[in-house]
C-alpha cells in the first residue's frame, strides 16, 4: 500500500489563503479526495476527484494536482473553516487517509 | 433527506465480539458501495472495510483483515460490521458512509455522505 502525508498543521488569518498539501509516496496517481471535519462531528466531503467540488460546498474549496502532490485551497478563509482536513485515495485493494491537517484560523 | 445512522457499539473486553449496524435512509441503499472509518481518540481517519451494491465484493484494511466482516442486507437497507477478537487498538469512533464508484466495473474510491458514528471501547 502507499502512504499520503500531509503537514500537522497549517495557520491563516481569517481572509488569507490557506494551502494544504498531500504527497503520495507511490505511482500511480489515483484521484485525490478531501474531508473536513470540525470537532465532535462526522467528516464532510468538499472535494472529490481532485477538483471537483460537491453542491454546498462553498466556492472558496478548490482542489489542484501535479504529480503526486494534491492541494487543497481555501481562499479567503473564514472562522468557520477552522478544522481538520484529510485528503484520502484509493487504489483496487483498499482506501487510504492522510493523517490529516489541522487549520487554525488566527 | 439522505441518512446514515449507526448502532451496536459500547464497551467490550478484549478478545471479544461486537456487531455494528447503520440504517439507510432517504436513498436507494441498494444501488451504492457502503464503507466503514474508523477514528481512534484524538487520532486520525482510518478506513476499515468496504462493500458493493450487492454485497458481493468487499476489501479490508490489513489490520482488521480475518477478524472483522462487512455485510448488508438490502431488504432492511442495513449494513454490518461483525467484529471478533477485539483489541484495545480497536477502540475508535465507527463510521459508516456512502460510497461513490466512478465508473460500474472499479471499487467505490471514496465517501460523500457520513452518519455520527457509534463508539467502541475495547477494555477489561
Known amino acids: 500500500s502507499y502512504e499520503l502525508t500531509q503537514p500537522p498543521s497549517v495557520s491563516v488569518s481569517p481572509g488569507q489563503t490557506a494551502r494544504i498539501t498531500c504527497s503520495a509516496d507511490a505511482l500511480p496517481k489515483q484521484y485525490a479526495y478531501w474531508y473536513q471535519q470540525k470537532p465532535g462531528q462526522a467528516p464532510v466531503l468538499v472535494i472529490y476527484?481532485?477538483?471537483e467540488r460537491p453542491s454546498g460546498i462553498p466556492e472558496r474549496f478548490s482542489g489542484s494536482s501535479s504529480g503526486t502532490t494534491v492541494t487543497l485551497t481555501i481562499s479567503g478563509v473564514q472562522a468557520e473553516d477552522e478544522a481538520d482536513y484529510y485528503c484520502?485515495?484509493?487504489?483496487?485493494?483498499?482506501?487510504?487517509f492522510g493523517g490529516g491537517t489541522k487549520l487554525t484560523v488566527l | 433527506e439522505v441518512q446514515l445512522v449507526e448502532s451496536g457499539g459500547g464497551l467490550v473486553q478484549p478478545g471479544g465480539s461486537l456487531r455494528l449496524s447503520c440504517a439507510a435512509s432517504g436513498f436507494t441503499f441498494s444501488s451504492y458501495w457502503m464503507h466503514w472509518v474508523r477514528q481512534a481518540p484524538g487520532k486520525g481517519l482510518v478506513w476499515v472495510s468496504r462493500i458493493n451494491s450487492d454485497g458481493s465484493s468487499t476489501s479490508y484494511a490489513d489490520s482488521v483483515k480475518g477478524r472483522f466482516t462487512i455485510s448488508r442486507d438490502n431488504a432492511k437497507n442495513t449494513l454490518y460490521l461483525q467484529m471478533n477478537s477485539l483489541r484495545a487498538e480497536d477502540t475508535a469512533v465507527y463510521y459508516c458512509?456512502?460510497?461513490?464508484?466512478?465508473?460500474?466495473?472499479?471499487?467505490?474510491?471514496?465517501?460523500?455522505?457520513w452518519g455520527k458514528g457509534t463508539t467502541v471501547t475495547v477494555s477489561s
Open positions: 476527484k481532485d477538483s
Open positions: 484520502q485515495s484509493a487504489d483496487s485493494s483498499g482506501v487510504v
Open positions: 458512509a456512502r460510497g461513490r464508484a466512478l465508473t460500474v466495473v472499479t471499487p467505490s474510491p471514496y465517501m460523500d455522505v
